[in-house]
């Protein structure tokens, strides 16, 4: 018991009691601006939504591949294309969230988002037109990788821009609704991609025909073009967020000294869960059209795979909806540690069940235990590590901080990716038994990450980043550093007198 009290003491260490923030900093809360209740809700969409593009580029690959493995047996079976194709996205969201994590707290929430929709719009489209010198497949399927890294760093600027940008439009909300609004908008519609990207590859199969594959693979993913196209009004007329205008350190040198000092512990945490969660839920999501594959054998068609495909990734989609009220309900690190415990509960399940469920004749029954799988990952980890890494920072360094913790996400997807063929071939012939492996590894890391979250983060309010941005001023002023260069000019909060302050907590 000691051990996790020591933690837990770690986790809490940061916090500052709000009556001793307030002998420091009386701002306004965010939520006290005039604005209708669509202006309060549109850069929450704006922001957020662009999500929706990882989900599916993402997700539509693992159907891709699926046909070109078909299309092109020899040059796909020896080449490194396979892995490539899928994990080199990866790659580029870590490049694109260490860039864009940068720049929107540096420069603009605004334009990062923007610039972002820009780079998914432009490659999206290229990675469809795929071609290779001369008609040569291997060049093709180079080209492919290619486009689909220098895609990851369009999806990457999502994260630190979008997301951030996001949260801190929840700010302006009803108090007890604002973690639902930010999942709706980022987990729930990176879960929505994942569901439209299987179920798109179904039709698309069924209206081609099998004798065009060639056109089939290609028409899913420049589908790809359609969300990023649809948010370029909306981006456009974005304004910055409430939060960021009154606290960026935009115009300022970092204190980054302080800032490692007060939140090197929670981001390491922070960081861990989300490569954990990432880890697991890219790889069996990728990884789930070929199980299927698997299990219906190689003479069912390719439509049939598809659509129990379609089945696993709808389950996505109660399990984050749900979630989402959960998060609010409790709060998100309990909804996270109960989730990821029931998720671990689960994949046991399926491990020691394996043998018995995948065959054609029970593929429902391992449809199910499946999607159980995949959406208690995201009524825990999935829907609130996100809102945790984007409520546990200040606004001047919450696009740095956050990206930090998605790129170690994304470095988990890569690796996820990577070893979950691998995991399969180590079993050799031994079908089941590959088909456990991960599985096994899975859970076990869903437990450590349960124990991450109930010892080590800190209770997440509904009104988190208004106490966050506070005490960070608080413990800035403590350490001598001028907290007037803050903010963009004319959007400082007032400071307010002690009747104002007790009138509003009242």
């Known amino acids: 018991m000691a051990i996790t009290d020591m933690f837990r003491a770690r986790a809490l260490q940061p916090a500052v009691e709000k009556t001793e923030v307030l002998e420091h900093v009386r701002e306004t809360p965010v939520e006290i601006t005039t604005k209708t209740w669509w202006k309060r809700r549109a850069p929450v969409i704006a922001c957020g939504s662009g999500l929706f593009s990882d989900g599916y580029l993402n997700g539509v690959i693992g159907s891709v591949n699926t046909i070109l493995k078909k299309l092109y047996k020899q040059e796909y079976k020896h080449s490194s294309a396979q892995s490539n194709i899928t994990s080199l996205v990866f790659a580029g969201e870590v490049v694109g969230i260490i860039i864009f994590g940068y720049t929107s707290d540096r420069f603009s929430r605004k334009w990062s988002i923007f610039a972002s929709t820009v780079i998914l719009f432009i490659f999206a489209a290229l990675a469809a037109g795929s071609y290779g010198a001369h008609g040569s497949i291997n060049g093709m399927l180079s080209a492919l990788a290619a486009y689909r890294f220098l895609l990851g760093i369009g999806i990457g600027g999502e994260y630190p821009a979008g997301s951030v940008g996001c949260s801190e439009s929840t700010g302006e909300l009803e108090s007890g609704s604002r973690n639902r609004w930010f999942i709706w908008f980022t987990n729930l519609a990176i879960d929505a991609g994942f569901v439209v990207a299987a179920f798109v590859p179904m039709v698309v199969v069924l209206a081609t025909g099998e004798d065009h594959l060639r056109a ?108 989402s009220f959960v998060s609010d309900w409790i709060g998100p690190r309990k909804a996270l540690a109960y989730g990821v415990t029931a998720q671990a509960v689960v994949g046991f399940i399926m491990a020691g069940c394996y043998e018995k469920l995948a065959v054609p004749k029970n593929i429902g029954g391992f449809c199910v235990v499946y999607g159980i ?134």
């Open 216 to 323: 089939a693979w290609r028409i899913m993913l420049g589908i790809g073009v359609i969300p990023p196209l649809s948010l370029f009004y909306m981006r456009w007329k974005l304004q910055e967020p409430e939060a960021f205008k009154r606290n960026t350190m935009a115009k300022c040198n970092t204190p980054w000294r302080l800032i490692m000092k007060k939140y090197w512990f929670r981001l390491l945490v922070v960081s861990t869960i989300w490569f954990i969660y990432d880890y697991s839920s890219y790889a069996f999501g990728t990884y789930s059209a070929p199980s299927v594959d698997n299990v219906l054998g190689a003479d069912a068609p390719l439509w049939k795979t598809f659509g129990w495909n379609t089945v696993i990734n709808l389950f996505y989609i109660p399990g984050a909806f749900a979630g």
């Open 373 to 506: 799988f995949l959406s208690l990952g995201e009524l825990g980890p999935g829907d609130n590590i996100g809102l945790i890494a984007s409520k546990t920072s200040a606004t001047a360094v919450r696009g740095r901080y956050y990206a930090v913790a998605a790129a170690f996400g994304k470095i988990g997807a890569f690796i996820g990716n990577y070893l979950y063929p691998i995991l399969v071939a180590d079993a050799g012939d031994n079908v089941v038994k590959g088909n456990q492996y991960p599985f096994w590894v899975a859970s076990s890391l869903c437990i450590l990450s349960a124990f991450l979250a109930f010892f080590c983060l800190p209770e997440i309010g509904q009104d988190t980043i208004d106490h966050e941005d506070a005490a960070f001023k608080s413990y800035l002023i403590e350490n001598d550093w001028d907290i007037s260069r803050m903010g963009l000019a004319g959007h400082q909060a007032p400071i307010r007198s002690d009747e104002e302050v007790s009138r509003q907590s009242s």
